[in-house]
């Protein structure tokens, strides 16, 4: 640490300091306020768009069978309101008898989603849909996507019924029992004994 003699020679070292490191001190500076600023404004901005997304979104929800605005609504949002915008959308085609339509909502949905714990519902509801089209191999690769977890059981049931329409009673069984080895809702299993049931007779 350097000692200086008299207070002049310290305001001396510290004008030298500036003179030598003044430029890169005022460009630290700003860059410093610069990206306070440009943060803020991201964040506010980000804000804006989800509370807009929002709005946007409980519109399409409340008006639902309004298919031309909910798909308006869907391929200009490339996030989750636009996923939980195509499976509702999907809901009314399944409703309507359409299931071409909520196929491919929740095709879109399947693609665009980024959250990993909604995957396995939206390949559910695919599979249903896909056994409702006659399409038994194709839910077949679609429930292999759910291999654990808490949707399991639910595949497996899926999984049993899509079997059983393809003539494949072992496997059937077979499935039926893994959905309830995996502790499904008091309900499911309920019916899966039933099934399993009917397969005995």
């Known amino acids: 640490m350097q000692v200086y003699n008299s207070e002049e020679e310290q305001v001396e070292a510290v004008k030298g300091f500036f003179r030598e490191n003044g430029k890169a001190i005022a460009v630290g500076v ?17 804000h804006e768009t989800n509370t807009t997304a929002s709005m946007s979104f409980d519109q399409v929800v409340a008006h639902a069978d309004n298919a031309a605005n909910a798909s308006a609504f869907i391929q200009a949002n490339d996030n989750s309101y636009g996923v939980f915008a195509a499976l509702s959308q999907a809901q009314q085609w399944v409703d309507k008898g359409d299931f071409a339509k909520a196929k491919e909502q929740l095709l879109w949905a399947q693609s665009h989603t980024k959250d990993d714990n909604l995957l396995p519902a939206i390949a559910l509801r695919l599979a249903r849909v896909q056994v409702q089209e006659k399409q038994f191999d194709d839910a077949l690769k679609t429930l292999d ?12 049931a899926i999984r049993g019924d899509v079997l059983v329409n393809k003539g494949d009673v072992k496997g059937a069984r077979e499935a039926y029992s893994q959905a309830i080895e995996a502790n499904p809702s008091p309900m499911l299993k309920e019916m899966l004994n039933i099934k399993l049931n009917n397969l005995a007779a």
Do not use: D
């Open 30 to 46: 700003i860059l410093g306020v610069g990206g306070l600023f440009g943060w803020r404004y991201w964040q506010s901005h980000q």
């Open 145 to 156: 996507s759910v291999q654990k977890g808490s949707w399991f059981a639910q595949a497996q």
